[in-house]
């Protein structure tokens, strides 16, 4: 059933209605993608292992170990001889945590693909905000340790030293220059810089990050005896050796096989409304896309003024053998450009990411749905896999805004999904409701035994994941489907 939810309280629904406000479709070509039975009548993917963070985590600390105990092992004797020795010992120390340390963080942006699925998007953000700092600290902990260890009991300064350093070869010469393209990245990321600067100047250099850790690689291996030779030499050069991989795979070999294989192009535009279209793509063997509802991709159209910019949009449809969806909401020039694509425009896809799939729910049974303004789009397409009888809340600043309401009767029809329309400003007093305890429990009852899929602004999101957790709702049946809108 489908049901309006009044801005000034909610109410449960009673038969299928069309809301009030919402008889007339917005403009554009509502409805020309009806539910498929197909995807719904598909088998669950099976059920994938839960342990996957926990083995990340241990993996990463127990090879953290393992590359302070190559410095604890080189050291060659049992104590230091005095306060230079001392900072020389904590600086080779720091220079084994930092490499490590950048190694993982050059892993977390691989985009390979059993790591975006173990952790998603969400936590391998986090992972990549904290590597980052602690990186930097460690390294420049290294090098001023070091400095200091050689400028003691020379009696000199550390800019002496540093100068001395410089000229001693070109591994050093090397480490300096990746040092200072790391240093640089720090500073244009603090807030106001980094607002300041223009978006392609940061994307740029960010990739130049690669190049700052493959130039602290040489002299890793020619000015300290820590890695001089024997398994010491092996791990460190394996480390690198299969982050490059990593790399390699994840941002150039899996793409191209992925385009070369599907050759996705623009069939049609479709708007939904005035401000929202659906980009409908074709392709060869999309039934062998790996891709599941809630999944976003990088689209990157092969257009004038499109092909350097990647855009991350989950699909709006379940996936099927001969057409997939996309919908987005003009938020500026460069998604407004979207809507003028040609038919038979070159797609250029990455992925699939994330953890938001039907294949992690927790708990058997129905689920539930909550979308919030254009995070409704992975919602649709989850919703048309969706176990019968499972609930959607969708909240949209105004009833006008709600989209696919055709197909929601529809999937409501088919699936029996009880749907909810949830329109208002944020302080009316149905939209308040929904963010609280006693309103999503009137809406949903048994909210404790299902698994919620959330979809929306990041502070929205979190805002309703802690009104679910203060009703006891478990963390691992709230699933989060990325917030890249």
Not at 158 to 164: G, Y
Not at 311 to 340: F, M, N, V
Not at 432 to 450: E, I, K, N, S
Request: net charge positive.
């Amino acid at each position: 059933m489908t049901t309006a939810i009044p801005t000034g309280a909610h109410r449960r629904p009673g038969r299928p209605t069309t809301p009030a406000g919402l008889a007339t479709p917005p403009a554009g070509r509502v409805g020309t993608w009806p539910p498929d039975p197909a995807p719904a009548a598909a088998a669950r993917p099976a059920r994938p292992w839960a342990g996957e963070r926990t083995l990340v985590r241990v993996l990463f600390w127990w090879l953290l170990a393992a590359s302070v105990a190559v410095w604890w092992f080189g050291t060659g004797s049992p104590a230091p001889a005095d306060l230079a020795d001392l900072l020389r010992e904590a600086g080779r120390a720091a220079g084994m945590v930092a490499g490590y340390l950048l190694l993982a963080q050059a892993l977390v942006v691989s985009r390979v693909a059993w790591l975006e699925e173990w952790l998603g998007p969400r936590d391998l953000l986090r992972w990549h905000r904290w590597l980052g700092p602690a990186a930097l600290l460690t390294l420049l902990a290294h090098v001023l340790l070091l400095l200091g260890a050689a400028a003691l009991p020379a009696r000199t300064s550390l800019l002496a030293e540093a100068a001395v350093l410089f000229r001693s070869g070109p591994d050093m010469r090397e480490a300096f220059a990746g040092a200072g393209l790391l240093v640089l990245l720090a500073l244009v990321a603090v807030g106001p810089v980094r607002r300041a600067v223009p978006p392609g100047f940061w994307k740029l250099l960010h990739r130049a990050t690669y190049v700052g850790v493959y130039l602290g690689y040489g002299h890793q291996f020619t000015a300290g005896r820590d890695l001089a030779g024997g398994f010491a030499r092996t791990y460190w050069a394996t480390l690198y050796a299969l982050t490059a991989t990593a790399l390699l795979w994840g941002r150039v070999v899996e793409p191209l096989w992925l385009n070369a294989r599907h050759r996705l192009r623009v069939v049609e535009v479709v708007w939904e409304s005035s401000q929202v279209f659906s980009v409908h793509l074709a392709g060869r063997d999309l039934d062998r896309l790996r891709i599941q509802p809630g999944q976003p991709l990088r689209w990157r159209f092969v257009d004038w003024g499109q092909w350097t910019r990647s855009h991350p949009y989950c699909l709006s449809a379940a996936p099927r053998a001969d057409r997939l969806r996309l919908t987005i909401k003009i938020d500026g020039e460069q998604s407004a450009q979207l809507g003028r694509l040609r038919p038979g425009t070159r797609v250029l896809a990455e992925g699939p990411y994330g953890r938001a799939t039907p294949a992690r729910a927790r708990v058997g049974g129905p689920v539930l749905f909550i979308g919030f303004g254009r995070g409704i789009a992975p919602v649709r397409a989850l919703a048309e896999v969706a176990p019968v009888g499972s609930t959607v809340i969708y909240r949209a600043r105004r009833e006008g805004d709600v989209l696919f309401q055709q197909e929601w009767a529809a999937l409501a029809a088919r699936r029996r999904l009880d749907v909810r329309y949830v329109a208002g400003r944020r302080r009316d007093p149905g939209p308040r409701a929904l963010l609280t305890r006693a309103g999503l429990r009137r809406l949903v009852p048994d909210v404790v035994r299902r698994d919620v899929y959330l979809s929306g602004p990041p502070e929205v999101v979190e805002a309703c994941v802690r009104v679910l957790r203060r009703l006891h709702v478990p963390a691992a049946q709230i699933h989060r489907s990325p917030a890249e809108y």
